[in-house]
Nanobody, 120 residues
Framework: QVQLVESGRGLVQPGGSLTLSCVAS????????MRWYRRGLGKERAPLAR????????NYEDFVKGRFTISRDNAKNTSYLQMNDLTPEDTAMYYC?????????????WGQGTQVTVSS
C-alpha cells in the first residue's frame, strides 16, 4: 500500500523558516521523483519544486527559487522541503507527490497534506 505522510506543519512568523518532511512507503522510493505542491485558501494546487529519484536534479518554480530547497534521503524514504524567508503569502496546505517520471503526471501518488501558516 502506497503511503506518503507529510509532517512539519506549524505557525511561523514572517521571515521565519520551516522544513517539511514526507515519508514514503509501499513503492521503490529511489525510483520515483518527488515533488512538493501547495494550495492556498481559494487557490488551485500549484507545483513548487521537484527532485529526481537519485537526488541529482531539481527544478523550482520561479516564485520559490532562492527561498525553498527540495531534498531527499533515500535511505530514509523521505523527501524534504526547506522553506526560508516565509511570508503570509506562503500560507497554504502543502502536499508531497511521488511520480515515476520527473515531468509526467501519470501514476503519481499524493500525501494528505500539512498546513503551514505564516502570521505574526
Amino acid at each position: 500500500q502506497v503511503q506518503l505522510v507529510e509532517s512539519g506543519r506549524g505557525l511561523v512568523q514572517p521571515g521565519g523558516s520551516l522544513t517539511l518532511s514526507c515519508v514514503a512507503s509501499g513503492f521503490p522510493f529511489s525510483s520515483y521523483s518527488m515533488r512538493w505542491y501547495r494550495r492556498g485558501l481559494g487557490k488551485e494546487r500549484a507545483p513548487l519544486a521537484r527532485i529526481t529519484g537519485d537526488g541529482s536534479g531539481t527544478n523550482y518554480e520561479d516564485f520559490v527559487k532562492g527561498r525553498f530547497t527540495i531534498s531527499r534521503d533515500n535511505a530514509k524514504n523521505t523527501s524534504y522541503l526547506q522553506m526560508n524567508d516565509l511570508t503570509p503569502e506562503d500560507t497554504a496546505m502543502y502536499y508531497c507527490q511521488a511520480s515515476p517520471t520527473f515531468w509526467g503526471t501519470r501514476g503519481v501518488h499524493w500525501g494528505q497534506g500539512t498546513q503551514v501558516t505564516v502570521s505574526s
